[in-house]
């Protein structure tokens, strides 16, 4: 007997063998078939769909689930445009706070804002407390004098960390901002979190991906670096599991900080690798950053940036070549998969170099190493990473949040190599879905798929309309894609026999409606393993 027989429904499989199916059926978490298969079989419970769109569950194949959920309860800074507005909402802020309380805001834009916040003027909205404002992109924040003599920064005693960048004026006095690896001054004074804080980051921000019909995710960083809150992160999404607040399937990337040698292999303590853990909660491939972000103009790049970034300025590689080139290779040779955060096209040049030389030592076919945001990849960048099979795990969605930043940063003549997806499909590599939420305001794999067929910015230029693919294959990036960048395109991102029970009900079909309104669709309910996470009145059984 199945447990659950979904019928009268419009599926969209994405299994080339059975493209469409309008019954499917369910039993232990996994798609046992559809259509004849399955229709006349009993079942525990029978709902009808009503003529839904039914799709695979959406992956986000990059986020910080956990950086996301605290974003939720920081205030809001992605709508503000203008610098008044932003030290007032500081000062809103502060006037509820204690006299060593902290302001804390996330996602400001300077490219909105005209600059980044002044220090001076943070110090007299924040009453002289400590003002924490972190950039979208999350490669920099800004901060009051309080943090700055908090961490050090102001009477000369902090250590910079390698890859990062304090700001400082034509006086020579520190702006306020800081870059990249720098961050992790202010993360001293407030990590690690408490577990249970994080625990319930990873629930508010499960409640919304469920509402959007995400089934899994990849938590692209946790437990050390700027990009880690806990060295017991791990353990919050264990938490948040076990009391049933955790929605999604979950793969989660350790930062290369937190690894290390271990009996004479690099990897966690008891020898933890990628790959361990089970169907709802495991472990990925090792994060590492070789370099920073474009709209902040940290990203590692061979020919200088535009404009007033200055003429010499190539930007930030994540640390020394040959340190990133130990790890990497230590990784490698651990059996550990690789997730590169490579942005720049000279952070992609070492990133495939050193991929290419692991190989060499170590052949280690179907490994995928992973090429993150691979925002910047020269045409020659193709078919290298064809032939490592290398996964580039772009974000389309940064196009229209923060392309015309963008274009100011690298030029039109540089655009067409930026957050490419035809070029992708053309040289054989697939495309994927992913947001990096919270580095952009909206993130819902909806929107991601609008902006793969759009490619559209906020100023409504077309960045590099060469490079847009169809709307099936932007579902297929949140769903296959994804599901390959992970090696699991075996159970999940298909509607097929012996897949995972992961669906999404939509109102309407993202490859036939308008290419404008896909972002628009409404999502019904989501399932993971059969059972609803979204949207359960439509799947309420009596008794």
Not at 29 to 56: C, F, K, N, Q, S
């Amino acid at each position: 007997m199945l447990d659950l027989l979904l019928r009268d429904v419009r599926a969209l499989t994405l299994n080339p063998a059975h493209p469409s199916a309008h019954t499917i059926g369910v039993l232990g978490g996994r798609i046992v078939g559809v259509d004849d298969e399955v229709a006349e079989l009993p079942a525990r419970h029978v709902v009808d769909g009503d003529g839904a769109i039914v799709t695979p569950g959406f992956s986000d194949a990059h986020n910080h689930m956990v950086w996301y959920g605290l974003s939720l309860a920081e205030t809001d800074l992605s709508t503000v445009a203008t610098p008044e507005q932003l030290y007032d909402i500081v000062a809103a802020e502060a006037a509820k706070l204690p006299a060593d309380g902290w302001v804390i805001g996330s996602g400001y834009d300077d490219f909105a804002l005209g600059g980044h916040p002044d220090r001076a003027a943070l110090d007299r909205a924040g009453g002289g407390r400590p003002v924490w404002l972190k950039h979208r992109s999350a490669h920099m924040a800004t901060v009051s004098t309080k943090i700055l003599e908090l961490t050090g920064v102001l009477d000369g005693s902090a250590v910079v960390p390698a890859g990062g960048a304090v700001e400082r004026g034509a006086d020579g006095e520190p702006t306020g901002l800081l870059a990249e690896q720098a961050q992790q001054l202010v993360d001293r004074l407030v990590k690690p979190y408490p577990v249970g804080e994080l625990a319930d980051a990873i629930t508010r921000a499960s409640a919304v991906y469920a509402a959007e019909g995400l089934t899994h995710v990849t938590e692209a960083g946790i437990g050390g670096g700027w990009i880690g809150h806990s060295p017991a992160e791990a353990a919050a999404y264990q938490i948040a599991r076990a009391r049933g607040d955790l929605n999604q399937r979950v793969e989660l990337m350790p930062a290369r900080e937190v690894l290390h040698e271990v009996d004479e292999a690099f990897g966690l303590d008891l020898g933890l690798r990628t790959g361990f853990g089970d169907e709802f909660l495991r472990i990925g491939p090792m994060k590492i950053f070789t370099d920073g972000a474009l709209s902040s103009r940290t990203a590692a790049v061979t020919a200088p940036f535009c404009g007033h970034g200055g003429a010499d300025d190539h930007g930030l590689l994540g640390d020394d070549p040959e340190v990133l080139r130990k790890a990497i290779l230590a990784a490698h040779h651990g059996g550990w998969r690789v997730a590169a955060h490579a942005i720049g096209d000279r952070a992609i040049d070492l990133t495939l170099d050193i991929f290419e030389q692991a190989q060499r030592e170590l052949p280690r076919p179907g490994v995928r190493h992973r090429i993150e945001h691979a925002a910047m990849t020269r045409p020659e960048h193709l078919a290298r990473m064809a032939a490592l099979d290398v996964v580039p795990v772009p974000q389309a969605r940064f196009l229209y949040e923060i392309g015309d930043t963008i274009a100011d940063a690298v030029g039109q003549e540089r655009m067409p190599w930026v957050y490419r997806s035809k070029s992708f499909v053309d040289a054989g590599l697939p495309v994927v879905g992913s947001s990096d939420r919270p580095c952009v305001s909206a993130g819902a794999p909806l929107l991601g798929m609008q902006s793969l067929v759009e490619r559209k910015t906020k100023s409504g230029a077309v960045a590099s309309p060469d490079e847009r693919v169809d709307a099936e294959q932007a579902l297929r990036a949140f769903t296959t894609g994804a599901a390959y960048a992970a090696g699991q395109e075996n159970v999940r991102g298909r509607i097929d026999r012996g897949t995972y029970a992961d669906l999404v009900l939509l109102d309407d079909d993202p490859t036939a409606v308008p290419d404008s309104k896909i972002g628009e669709i409404g999502v019904q309910a989501t399932l993971v393993a059969g059972e609803a996470v979204h949207g359960a009145d439509r799947f309420s059984f009596p008794g």
